[in-house]
């Protein structure tokens, strides 16, 4: 685990990327804190620039605090991106552990099935769903974790038929464990590192998924969000430059530092690949 | 490759290809019947408001009355001889719309296609002939902020800077209102207006594109016939080109094939933002207006496409590299 650690922080750019998380991450639990005042209320008058009237970043259209609105986004974009990773990953390791460990027909069956959901263009499959479902917190978390889970399938699967021979695997069958037993004992433990690179990676695109549904107008309607605010500022760009190039900023550097990150567990986990990478 | 073994395969990749679409059909039928609330009025792209007798006579047309096996019978066969229905909110056939704004998304999406694989093939090569240079650093950064960014915000960002600070590129549309143009000019509209979103919706599959020529270049640089190529006193350049850009391009291609497909799904995005008039562009209408009949339409539109744009990709890679097994 130190070594592991120690890895880690010899990546300049997993570093950088952890400390930018962990800002995003005390923005999103400070923000009723930093700006009391609900992040729909009218806080100053309409398009006062950045830096006037006391506004930090500038208000929008209706006189908003476009801070606060980032403020309070980033904790809808953080819990989309977490909870609905957690989901994709729940379904993408059941499926394809069981696609790994029973092969012959059941892995057939589910490959296929997995195959078809990577055909479907993801994003507007994602539309849709989100769109037939009325949107709202639970229906986009839904949407993109139906959309996510087939390449966590695919890499649990593979981890799943290389793991199965092994002897320590044999062993087990042979000592009379239980299937369930031996799958999540014994094999999965040792199939988690790419499953948590893969994770990392995924929360990021989940935020850039969620941004985009909420962009096109299919937020929840009760919630503040980067997309919601950068679709409320793209009529108006000519008049008030900062309501969308602000939250873009916010999505940018949260997307990049889970980027970061995921790339920096990836090189800590498998200290090879790292190496002959260099 | 002998023409029957050809003929073979892509008999069995259309065959494939049609197993995938009718399981989008019946996804479709099932999404409709899950969404809450009357499948006619999803149908009828209305919540509630309609007139009675209206939704009476689309239940008896879309055999809603009838059993469940029965209505899927009925709204396959209709897919099948290419009724998608009729949207509602524009009082047109979805097939009639599709159809006028499909030329729209196929340049748009083209023009990206093409930009973000030149590119990135481009800077790829250059990046790993400079490993650990700095250019190598600029272009793996690049490809990491094209990664972090989102497509739409990109978009607006691009006309912030080339449209209202500049002034160079028009913003919005596909061609100047009221310009009463001719001949030429029309192309060369048509152009200016397609260079931002093309560039929009390139950028990120660029910095893939570009990660992946680097990564598939340095593994292949790595290899026995590349040391013998150069043992033998083979120019660099020509090693570079004949030996290790060639091999190295095959993943490439690949992925970009199976990715062209995806580009349709980014082109509601920046359709929307560049008000462009594809189908994606109707997709969002359709969005505003809850017109879900149409976005089902929409829907189905792009997943054929994306199939479609699989099929060609298996074909040309089977043709390319002659070590393809076209009968496995």
Known sequence: MRDFARRFARNVGAVFGLVLLLAVLALALLAPVLFPVDPWQMAGVPFAPPLEDGFLLGTDSLGRDVAAGIAHGAHISLLVGLVSTVAAIAIGVTLGAVAGYAGG????????????????????????????????????????AIVSWPPVTRVVRGEFLSLRSREFVQAAIVLGQSTPRIIFGQILPNALSPIIVLGSLMVASAILLESALSFLGLGDPNVMSWGFMIGAGRSVIRLAWWMSVFPGVAIFLTVLALNLVGEGLSDALNPRLARRRG | MEPAALARFVFGRIAKAALVVLAIVVLNFVLIRLAPGDPASVIAGQSGAADPQFMEQLRRQFGLDRPLPEQLWIYVSRIVMLDLGVSHRQQRAVVDLLAERLPATLLLTGAAFVFAISMGILLGTLAARRVGTLADTLITILALACYATPLFWVGLMLVLLFSVLLDWL????????????????????????????????????????????????????????????????????????????????????????IQAGQLIGGSILVETVFAWPGIGRLAFDALLARDYNLLLGVFFCTSVMVVAFNIVTDLLYALIDPRIEVAS
């Open chain 1, 105 to 144: 027909r059941i892995d057939d069956a589910i490959m296929r099935f997995t195959e078809f959901f990577q055909t479907i263009p993801s994003f507007v499959f994602a539309i849709v769903l989100v769109a037939i479902f009325t949107p709202s917190i639970s229906s986009i978390i839904a949407a993109i």
């Open chain 2, 170 to 257: 028009p913003a919005f549309g596909m061609t100047s209102v009221g310009a009463n143009l001719t001949g030429f000019a029309v192309i060369v509209d048509i152009g200016r207006h397609l260079v931002l979103p093309a560039l929009t919706l390139g950028l990120f599959y660029l910095a893939i594109y570009a990660r992946l020529t680097r990564a598939s270049m340095l593994e292949v640089a790595d290899q026995d016939f590349v040391k013998t190529a150069r043992a033998k006193g083979v120019p660099e350049g020509r090693i570079l080109r004949a030996h290790v850009l060639r091999n190295a391009l095959l993943p490439v291609i690949t992925f970009a094939g």
